[in-house]
């Protein structure tokens, strides 16, 4: 099993940038594919963007596309999800996962760890 902590929510104007970061410890890190959801209120859970063990091939959702990144650093157990150009729709509670495969993943159920979450909300 794999501890996840998500940080770097907040609240942000239209237009604005945020970096959340995940911290992972327990199970080997660099091993797995990491991928990041969403989720708004009253809305299910959403794919956002996924990551391989290695960083060489990620995935970011069509929503996104263009305005966010994901990346990752493994000598910091470390997963990142870089956010720019926000618009209110951004607005949502952000999660953390890890697989227990390297290869990405764009389902939630594939899955097998999870962070509590970090709020970004966008205000216009």
């Known amino acids: 099993q794999v501890q996840l902590v998500e940080s770097g929510g907040g609240l942000v104007q239209a237009g604005g940038s945020l970096r959340l970061s995940c911290a992972a410890s327990?199970?080997?890190?660099?091993?797995?594919?990491m991928g990041w959801f969403r989720q708004a209120p009253g809305k299910e859970r959403e794919f956002v963007a996924t990551?391989?063990?290695?960083?060489?091939?990620?995935y970011t959702a069509d929503s996104v596309k263009g305005r966010f990144t994901i990346s990752r650093d493994s000598a910091k157990n470390t997963v990142y999800l870089q956010m720019n150009g926000l618009i209110p729709e951004d607005t949502a509670v952000y999660y953390c996962?890890?697989?227990?495969?390297?290869?990405?993943?764009?389902?939630?159920?594939?899955?097998?760890?999870w962070g509590q979450g970090t709020q970004v909300t966008v205000s216009s």
């Open positions: 327990g199970r080997t890190f660099s091993a797995f594919a």
């Open positions: 990551i391989n063990w290695s960083g060489g091939s990620s």
């Open positions: 996962a890890a697989r227990r495969y390297s290869s990405i993943s764009l389902i939630a159920a594939e899955y097998a760890d």
